[in-house]
């Protein structure tokens, strides 16, 4: 069932609102006003029920170009796709069971401004997380690759990311795992959401979408090294990961191309390095002027999932991941972050974790090109969520 409105005391996590994006200085005084909550059960159009209930609630972004001023009392409100969802705005539903069926496909929470709260002092039960389970065997994931390479190899495909998932059974209250997930160096989009029986923490680097004064950013990271001098140099001259790196590039001017203006779409930056935890990370940045009446359901429709986390063409390559991954994506390679009047600030959600009633859930990844070689997409995987579970482990 759909919830809408705001959670009553008893059931509200009683944690300071730390949603990915939110301004720094409001987040000690932030107070949830109305929630939207969809699965992908409940029908519908994500993308249209996000922009309506906003809108409902004072922020109308139809008209991303219209400048939206800010009400009386209202911040702005975080907003979480899932990869599910995004999926279902591009056309390729998917099929996978997801292994937390209790996360949202969709939430919406508005908040506006209360008296500032000071942090409650710390009183957590002993924390304990269990072993994890992988989705896959390395076999199975080398094996998937093998079959994407196929693809690519008849002409399917150019590039194809496939994700692998874990969980953990866990003992205690999660939320302080996931809030020092949110803290790891690197994370532009760190910090928390919340909600009745679930958890998400988010450490991504990754800017999905940014809008702001009529511009559309995007920042896409492909391409991944440890972080060493030698991680670099290997990063820097590598002809495989420069060529997926560009690929995605190609791939997300396209996506933008489709909502702005005509002639608008440029490249800022292209396959800069920049650092994540122990990792070198590939980044570009894919700049346009939205198209006169861009609204947030045309903007969510162009741009989600992103391509960083699908490949190229992208509807081939959803495709692809439906019938190759054996569980769903959950809430990871989604969009998570902040919308407030005069901007819109999403994170790709890598780097993610959940937590459910049972588990805390952890996904990873990368992409395939037919250069790859499965042994090293199965390590590069693990180096990228070794990080998240240590962390989520208090290490």
Request: charged share 20%; proline share 8%.
């Amino acid at each position: 069932m759909r919830k809408i409105g705001p959670y009553g005391v008893e059931t509200l996590p009683q944690v300071l609102v730390d949603a990915p994006a939110a301004p720094a200085g409001c987040r000690d005084s932030l107070v949830e006003r109305a929630r939207l909550q969809w699965h992908l059960a409940d029908g519908g159009d994500p993308a249209v029920l996000a922009e309506e209930f906003l809108a409902a609630h004072g922020l109308d972004l139809r008209d991303l170009n219209r400048p939206a001023a800010h009400g009386p009392v209202l911040c702005g409100a975080a907003l979480y796709l899932s990869a599910a969802a995004g999926a279902q705005l591009a056309g390729v539903p998917t099929t996978a069971p997801e292994p937390a069926p209790t996360l949202p496909d969709l939430a919406v929470v508005i908040y506006d401004h209360g008296p500032t709260r000071a942090p409650a002092a710390p009183d957590d039960p002993p924390w304990w997380l269990g072993p994890w389970t992988e989705s896959w065997t390395p076999a199975q994931h080398a094996a998937a690759v093998d079959t994407v390479r196929a693809a690519i190899g008849r002409g399917d495909i150019y590039q194809t990311n496939l994700v692998g998932h874990a969980a953990a059974p866990y003992s205690g209250d999660p939320l302080p795992a996931l809030r020092r997930l949110g803290a790891l160096p690197g994370a532009r989009y760190g910090g928390v959401l919340t909600g009745d029986g679930w958890a998400i923490g988010c450490a991504s680097p990754e800017t999905l979408v940014e809008v702001h004064d009529g511009q559309i950013i995007t920042r896409p990271i492909k391409g991944t090294r440890p972080a060493t001098a030698t991680g670099r140099a290997e990063l820097l001259t590598s002809a495989k990961e420069r060529a997926e790196h560009i690929m995605i590039v190609d791939l997300e001017r396209n996506d933008l191309a489709r909502i702005a203006r005509t002639g608008t779409v440029t490249v800022d930056e292209l396959f800069t390095v920049r650092r994540w935890c122990d990792l070198w990370q590939a980044e570009s940045t894919v700049r346009a002027h939205a198209a006169h009446g861009l609204g947030l359901a045309d903007l969510l429709r162009a741009t989600c999932p992103g391509g960083s986390v699908t490949g190229a063409p992208k509807l081939a390559a959803l495709t692809h991941i439906a019938a190759a991954e054996p569980v769903g994506r959950g809430a990871s390679m989604g969009a998570l972050g902040w919308i407030a009047p005069g901007r819109i600030d999403l994170g790709l959600t890598i780097r993610t974790a959940a937590a459910d009633g049972h588990a805390l859930h952890t996904w990873a990844g990368g992409g395939i090109t037919w250069d790859s070689d499965p042994t090293a997409e199965v390590a590069e995987a693990a180096a990228k969520t070794a990080p998240v579970r240590a962390t989520l482990a208090g290490r």
